[in-house]
Each structure stands twice: as structure tokens, then as C-alpha cells.
């Protein structure tokens, strides 16, 4: 008869991957559970999954994910991105606190595995000559997708939240919008999925994320002309969403109609806060408003200031200079 202490050497890091899964099943949202199931099935098993957790060593792991940061995609194209790296990190730590408080032999440290740190992506915003031309786009027909694109000009609204947002969300009395749900697509784990993927309606991400929106006034002047039943989707103008995939789709059409480059969705929502930053928003306000949790997250991710802001910025410092006193 086996001893517990040989049952638990003989366990590979893919059953520990599984037994901390099942664990978490139930007690997380339902994508980030798929998230999980979608990084360990498509990297972490088939790599290192039937290695023995007694063998598992920091060293080792540490080799594995600089190994994926350079050369981890599996179509052979170069390497995964530093937010997968690191997610495989947070699963892999995870997974190791879970075998240590059940007392199965594992070596690694779970708290000094590599990080990998990112580059910051490079951010595009529309100057203030696109905005407008998009915005004289949008007002030239007023259909539900063109009026839900000026809503998260002026709003900074991810787009699973646009896509779940219907008009009893948008309070026209008091000019303010709730965000509560998000539309997301995520793997589709059931046993018996026609499709790989599923569309859910979700919770916001955060706590942050649930939040309640003042929108400017002549957005609400705007709204007024159109109010629709509480059930019906801003976006569609009707009781059916649209999800995120179709939204985008429709968004790139737009922008090519309106004469304008090729922008991500999110361009928008950096738009928004950077024109709020250069026209003198206070910055705690705008963190809320974007549902971020703190205001650092704002500045360092969404806020870049234009030229024009900085050169304006720069001039103040003529007060201080004696050349049109004395030279000038």
C-alpha cells in the first residue's frame, strides 16, 4: 500500500493545475474561470504539464516563461505578449500555493518567479481635426450605432460596456449613465458547445468598473431626441445586443466612411481623457469616471498629453524669464 507522501510525488503539474481549477470553479466569474482554463490548456499542460511537481524547481519555471516571452506563440511567430506571460506567472503561482497548503512536495518559490515587464504600447488618440471630422460623421445620420459612437467619445466607455448598455441605464432627468454590465465573448467550456466561443452578459471586472457617469449636457440635449423603452439596446435600437465583435466590425466601417485612419475602439476612451486632461478636468474626477481605482492607473495609461498642451504648459515658464523685461 502507497504512503500519501509517494501518492503525492507521483503528481504532475497538469493534475495540480486541474485540482486547483475545480477549486476555483463556482468562486470566480465566469471569464476569468474560462481565462484560466483557455492559458493552462493552450500553454502550460501541453508544455510542462506532464512534468512531476517534486521536479518543478523556480529555475525551471523561470526558463519556461522567458522561453514564452520570446518565442512562446504557438503559431512559431515570435514570442507571446508580456500581460499573457504574465498570466501564465499569476496561474502558475496560484497553483503553486494551492499544492503547498494541500502539502504536496514542490520545491519552487511562488513568489520569486519572473516577471516580465512590458513596454508600454503606443498609444494613438484622435488629434482634435479627426475628432471632428468623425463627430460631423456621426451627426450627419442619427442611427442607434452612430449616437452610441458619440456616447463613448464623450464618455470613455470600453466597448463590452457599450455593448451592454441599454437606454433605462441612461437616466435623462438627472443626465447620468450606470454602468453595470458588460457584453463579453469568452471559450465555451460546456461539454456539449456547438462553437469554441460563447457571447455572455457579465458583472463590470471591477468594483472600480461599476460606476455612474455624468454626461455632458449637450449629450443629453442630444439623447432626448431619441429616448427609447428601458429594455432596448442603445446600440442596436432594439431588445437584441450586439456583441463586441460585430461592434468593432461596424466601428472600422465608420472610420472608413468618415475619411479616417485605421483606430482601435479604444481609441475612443483615450480620446476622451485626453481632451478632458487638455481642457483642465480635474484628474480624481476623471479616474472615477473612467473606473479606474486609482488615479496613477489614469494618468500613466490613458492620459497623453498632445503638443499643443505641452507647449502651452512650457510657455508658463515665460513669467519667470527676464528676456522681454530687460530685451523684449
Known amino acids: 500500500m502507497k504512503k500519501n507522501g509517494e501518492n503525492n510525488q507521483e503528481k504532475q503539474l497538469s493534475q495540480v493545475l486541474r485540482e486547483w481549477q475545480d477549486s476555483r470553479k463556482g468562486l470566480v466569474k465566469e471569464s476569468t474561470y474560462a481565462n484560466y482554463r483557455n492559458l493552462t490548456d493552450r ?11 517534486s521536479l518543478i524547481s ?43 497548503k494541500r502539502g504536496y512536495p514542490c520545491s519552487a518559490a511562488d513568489t520569486r518567479l519572473f516577471c516580465p515587464k512590458g513596454k508600454k504600447p503606443q498609444i494613438k488618440i484622435l488629434t ?11 451627426f450627419k445620420e442619427a442611427s442607434p450605432f452612430h449616437i452610441s459612437i458619440l ?3 464623450y464618455s470613455g466607455l470600453r466597448i463590452g460596456e457599450l455593448c451592454a448598455l441599454k437606454w433605462g441605464d441612461i437616466h435623462l432627468n438627472s443626465g447620468i449613465i450606470s454602468i453595470n454590465r458588460i457584453i463579453i465573448r469568452i471559450r465555451d467550456l460546456s461539454p ?28 443629453v440635449e442630444y439623447l432626448n ?15 437584441k445586443y450586439m456583441e463586441p465583435r460585430a461592434c468593432l466590425n461596424r466601428y472600422k466601417q465608420v472610420l472608413e466612411k468618415a475619411g479616417l485612419g485605421d483606430f482601435t475602439f479604444h481609441t475612443l476612451r483615450h480620446t476622451f481623457a485626453t481632451r478632458c486632461v487638455e481642457n483642465g478636468f480635474d484628474v480624481k474626477s476623471l479616474s472615477e469616471i473612467l473606473g479606474h481605482a486609482d488615479v496613477n492607473t489614469t494618468m500613466q495609461r490613458y492620459v497623453h ?24
Open 151 to 153: 456616447v463613448t467619445l
Open 43 to 53: 500553454h502550460l499542460i501541453p508544455d510542462i504539464g506532464s512534468t512531476a511537481l
Open 128 to 138: 482634435l481635426s479627426e475628432q471632428k471630422c468623425l463627430e460631423e460623421y456621426l
Open 192 to 219: 456539449d458547445a456547438h462553437s469554441k466561443t460563447k457571447v455572455i452578459v457579465d458583472m463590470p471586472k471591477t468594483e472600480c468598473s461599476k460606476r455612474t457617469i455624468p454626461l455632458p449636457d449637450f449629450i
Open 305 to 328: 498629453p498632445s503638443m499643443e498642451l505641452k507647449r502651452k504648459e512650457m510657455n508658463r515658464l515665460e513669467k519667470i524669464c527676464i528676456y522681454k523685461q530687460k530685451f523684449g
Open 58 to 100: 523556480t529555475e525551471m519555471l523561470d526558463n519556461y516563461l522567458k522561453r514564452k516571452l520570446c518565442s512562446g506563440r504557438l503559431d512559431g511567430k515570435g514570442g507571446l505578449s508580456p500581460k499573457t506571460v504574465y498570466e501564465l506567472r499569476s496561474i502558475l503561482i496560484l497553483t503553486l500555493e494551492f499544492a503547498k
Open 225 to 239: 431626441q431619441f429616448s427609447r423603452e428601458e429594455n432596448i439596446y442603445l446600440l442596436t435600437g432594439a431588445e
